[in-house]
Nanobody
């Protein structure tokens, strides 16, 4: 059974930092896209950051404009884990954060974690 399990969420003041982790089990996702998404109350889910295979054992990162310069996505394929370092957090970053992976040629994300709550107080 494939599982993605997020951790690291919590309550932080504006300007603070959090580091989210997502550990995968049941299969490996080396060379497959993996990323972070979020959903705030009353809003649609949005892509935060994803890592896509660019060949030669490297990935390139793609960020939402709202988090560029503040968030950094990374992955450790040896640990089957991805991370999201979030700095300079703002109240508008408050949401449930989900990690996801895609093994489909369409790049639709077909594996999802259960989500972790991030709350940023002003």
């Amino acid at each position: 059974q494939v599982q993605l399990v997020e951790s690291g969420g919590g309550l932080v003041q504006a300007g603070g930092s959090l580091r989210l982790s997502c550990a995968a089990s049941g299969r490996t996702f080396t060379s497959y896209p993996m990323g972070w998404f979020r959903q705030a109350p009353g809003k649609e889910r949005e892509r935060v950051a994803v890592l896509r295979w660019s060949g030669a054992h490297t990935y390139y990162a793609d960020y939402a404009d709202s988090v560029k310069g503040r968030f950094t996505i990374s992955r450790d394929d040896a640990k089957n884990t991805i991370y999201l370092q979030m700095n300079s957090l703002k109240p508008e970053d408050t949401a449930v954060y989900y990690c996801a992976a895609s093994t489909l040629v369409t790049s639709v994300y077909n594996y999802w974690g259960q989500g972790t709550q991030v709350t940023v107080s002003s």
